[in-house]
């Protein structure tokens, strides 16, 4: 990514809601909540927690939304990022005990 954010900001990618529901059902997007995780897309210079790649959960209001390049990214304050979701347990894998 070309943008570089600056201080403790980041710039996220939000994931889409799933629009269809397991049973078939298709909700229309006025219903749909505002996606609150997404990807990590860039970093700015004091943000050490967060890497590009990393899929987080934001503050509901937090951050500026701005189109670019045909692109929803948001720009964040490190205080915005909630948590890390961790990336899915490969298949086969021993939970440790």
Do not use: C, W
Not at 67 to 81: A, H, K, N, P, S
């Amino acid at each position: 990514m070309d943008i570089q954010p600056t201080e403790d900001r980041i710039i996220v990618e939000p994931t889409s809601p799933e629009r269809k529901l397991a049973s078939g059902l298709i909700i229309p997007e006025t219903a749909e909540n505002a996606s609150q995780d997404g990807i990590v897309t860039a970093v700015g210079p004091d943000v050490e927690t967060f890497v590009p790649g990393d899929h987080v959960i934001y503050s509901k209001f937090g951050g500026t939304e701005v189109e670019y390049q045909g692109e929803t990214l948001l720009i964040l304050r490190r205080v915005d990022i909630l948590a890390k979701i961790p990336p899915p347990a490969e298949e086969g894998k021993s939970g440790g005990k």
